[in-house]
Nanobody, 122 residues
């Protein structure tokens, strides 16, 4: 599985961005998809995940109510809609995939995209 993330950029606090991640392969619907982020000088942290059928989602407390994860299995794509952005959301955002089951642990995800930088100015 190869993942390609896009959609990052510079936005003012309170603004919105939509990240996308396109996956290669024909078994996209077999994978839980997640988003993680790594801020400068910090370790990578969990942001959100979505189940294989998109029936379940799970968010980190820091983004709950502001971010929405979604997926389109027909297009092998997962999105992260980010609203009400804050300067502390500044980070490189990574999409990742995990076969079958939910997890918010970084090391449970086998496949990773290259990351896309989100910068939120105050």
């Amino acid at each position: 599985v190869q993942l390609q993330a896009s959609g990052g950029g510079l936005v003012q606090a309170g603004g919105s961005l939509r990240l996308s991640c396109v996956a290669s392969g024909r078994t996209f619907s077999s994978y839980v998809m997640g988003w993680f982020r790594q801020a400068p000088g910090k370790t990578r942290e969990f942001v959100a995940q979505i189940s294989r059928s998109a029936g379940s989602t799970y968010y980190a407390d820091s983004v709950k109510g502001r971010f929405t994860i979604s997926r389109d299995n027909a297009k092998n794509t997962v999105h992260l809609q980010m609203n009400s952005l804050k300067p502390e959301d500044t980070a490189v955002y990574y999409c990742a995939s995990r076969y079958m089951s939910f997890s918010d642990r970084e090391y449970d995800y086998a496949y990773w995209g290259q990351g896309t930088l989100v910068t939120v100015s105050s």
